[in-house]
């Protein structure tokens, strides 16, 4: 009875989890949309400037403190309290030393608006730390529900006083009015559900018995968003905030498609590999499918923001946003190879060659930051094409790496992939010839409606008569097919 209970505590846990998610870049979307509509791209490159700090702050100081209390054995509220106290103390001194430094960090930077950003969004900061203990007491009892629930009000209500600000004329100060109603009510609904108040611990000897594990997790945290927001850091260093702003805008748009598609198959993806670790063959199979499917959703969808950029932003955002769509461009190839290489390190952390994820991810950033050096004087497109270029500078590496380490023959593999690609490489030669010919001729709507009733008939068509041609190689294709058929029949009966 009890692995029963478990079993179904997974199960809802991860529904919660990925509706969690789903929600946030929903609902972030959508506010972030209507925002720009009412501010300016140097609004947002400012926020972005602050928020970088702030997620720095988040992954490599509070979830150095939490995590190793997460992943103990037992946790007791002596433990979660511990981490409060910490997470306070620190969160306290951290807001103190960001709004303190306001004036600095706005003159290297060259933006006096930024100060203003900058003091704000430091309460932020005191929020996040308070809350990391309340948050580590839910997860580790399953009660994403509670988190879920949190999430979707405190977006919500975020976005109606940030709208409602930028509506009354305040400008990018309504951006920080979204983000600390956001958080502050964030904490308070979590304190409400978890019905627990912390005490006050200093203990030095739990200080000592989770030193090690949080110094590793303040390492990893560190890598994950050099990895991460490297790119935005980077921008906003090189070209200031209004380029930083269509930066962030196009990031958006792109990213969205990698976090919806190819996160989840990653997570799909780790069980998989972790049971197929004895046989060979099943693990190829699992991977070439995995990575089908992945190349399957997401190539058409990125494909499609790439060619249609422009009428997208213009109908979505607003013609002031229309910079950024060459730079849509270059990322949606970049999140494109990122999902391969992204699944590749799950597959090399997977099969225990747990050093070659790393040692690939410092030389993609390495290679980025050389590159970006260069051609930051091109502009935000040479920057976006520089980091794109690393990705594609490692991709052969890491794809040959992987085909080696679990006897992955070429062939094969070409003929696992042919299908999105082929439909991939013609959907994007159709989508340009139909926006060249017709750009001229349709409002920026029309334009889209028309890109979507082609891409909808193209790329299936095309996938089809590919994974057809290729079924007696590789029939997983033919599953997908066949898949895809039912559920066609499903939503027409």
Known sequence: MEQINSHGNVISGSTWSIMDNLAQQVLSFAIFAVLARFLEPDAFGLLTVAHLFILFTRLVVFDA???PVVRAADPDDKLYSWVFTYCTVIGFLLACLMFCSAGVVSTLFGAPELKSVWQG???????????????????????????????????????IVGISLAVSGVGGMSLVGQQVTASGLALLLVMLQSRWLPRIVFDRALTQRFWIDSRQVSIAGFLDFVSTNGDALLVSVCLGPYATG????????????????????HKVALPVFSNSQSNAVALQLGYLKILGITLFCAAPLLCFQAELARPLIA?????????????????????????????????FFAIGKNRVPVVLGIAKLTLAG???????????????????????????????LIS??????????????????????????????????????????????????????????????????????????????????????????
């Open 370 to 400: 050389g590159l970006s050096a260069f051609f930051y004087r091109f502009g935000l497109l040479g920057m976006s094409l520089s980091f794109c270029a690393a990705h594609l500078i490692l991709f052969p590496l890491s794809q040959t």
């Open 404 to 493: 080696r380490a679990i006897g992955l023959n070429t062939r094969i593999t070409l003929y696992a992939l042919a299908p999105p690609v082929v439909g991939s490489i013609i959907l994007w030669v159709g989508l340009a010839c139909y926006v060249l010919v017709m750009s001229n001729r349709f409002n920026d709507v029309t334009l889209i409606v028309g890109g979507t009733l082609l891409a909808s008939l193209l790329y299936p068509g095309m996938v089809a008569i590919t994974g057809w041609r290729v079924r007696d190689v590789n029939g997983s294709w033919q599953e997908v097919l066949l898949l895809t058929l039912r559920i066609r029949r499903f939503f027409t009966r």
């Open 246 to 265: 269509l930066y962030n805008m196009a990031k958006r748009m792109t990213s969205s498609v990698y976090l919806l598609i190819s996160s989840s198959m």
């Open 121 to 159: 969004m430091s309460i932020s900061i005191l929020f996040f730390g308070v809350v990391r203990a309340f948050e580590a007491r839910l997860v580790r009892n399953m009660m994403f529900r509670q988190l879920a629930i949190r999430s979707i009000f405190s977006v919500t209500l975020g976005g």
């Open 315 to 347: 109908v979505v955002f607003g013609q002031k946003w229309l910079p950024a769509a060459p730079t849509v461009g270059a990322l949606a190839i970049l999140y494109l190879i990122a999902s391969i290489l992204d699944l590749n390190d799950y597959l």
């Open 65 to 67: 403190i939490a995590m």
